[in-house]
């Protein structure tokens, strides 16, 4: 069984920073993305971050030169730091994977995994 653990969302005061952590866990023969996606009240869920296996990174508009995304490949772990945190950045914050499950000797088909979503509140 793969599951993805989000750690690290709070509650937090208008230009705060905050990191959040998701690690992917089980049998898992290779990771090849990993993304951080929120979902608001009343709004879509929708893409924050992404990295790929090789290193490129894609991000929102909305968050371009206030989060990074990083990851720890030994680690299967993505991480999001967050900074210059804005109300409207309030939301749970879900990790999201696409990964090959499995071994060398018995690899599955590329699937995608969520995590459980963290909640991120920001708020004077």
């Known amino acids: 069984q793969v599951q993805l653990a989000e750690s690290g969302g709070g509650l937090l005061q208008p230009g705060g920073s905050l990191r959040l952590s998701c690690a992917a866990s089980?049998?898992?023969?290779?990771?090849?993305?990993m993304a951080w996606y929120r979902h608001a009240p009343r709004m879509q869920r929708e893409l924050v971050a992404g990295i790929h296996s090789s290193g490129n990174t894609n991000y929102a508009d909305f968050v371009k030169g206030r989060f990074t995304i990083s990851s720890d490949n030994a680690k299967n772990t993505v991480y999001l730091q967050m900074n210059s945190l804005r109300p409207e950045d309030t939301a749970v914050y879900y990790c999201y994977s696409l990964l090959r499950p499995g071994t060398l000797t018995l690899p599955r088909p590329l699937n995608p995994y969520w995590g459980q979503g963290t909640q991120v509140t920001v708020s004077s």
């Open positions: 089980g049998s898992i023969l290779s990771i090849n993305y």
